[in-house]
């Protein structure tokens, strides 16, 4: 696997909160060695924060009853042996 791949996973999940504090240490050292990479975590910092500022909307009552419906309708009857 791609090394530069699997650093970017590890920086999104440091973001989101996802590494154990052996991962934020091991994170933490590369970025203050690895000046792209540092650049690429403060951009992909920059997209959280701009993700995290737009107003999430709920669907409306109407969508969310029409989705229901459907699915009644497509489900497959469980069959039993």
């Known amino acids: 696997m791609d090394k530069n791949f ?3 996973n590890q920086l999104i999940r440091y973001i989101y909160g996802e590494t154990d504090n052996a991962e934020n240490a091991d994170i933490q050292s590369f970025l203050s060695e690895d000046w792209s990479l540092n650049e690429t975590h403060q951009g992909f910092k920059d997209v959280y924060t701009l993700l995290n500022s737009i107003p999430s909307k709920s669907p409306s009552r ?3 009853n029409i989705i229901l419906e459907y699915s009644r309708k497509v489900r497959q009857p469980e069959t039993t042996f």
């Open 62 to 64: 109407t969508s969310v």
């Open 6 to 8: 699997t650093l970017e």
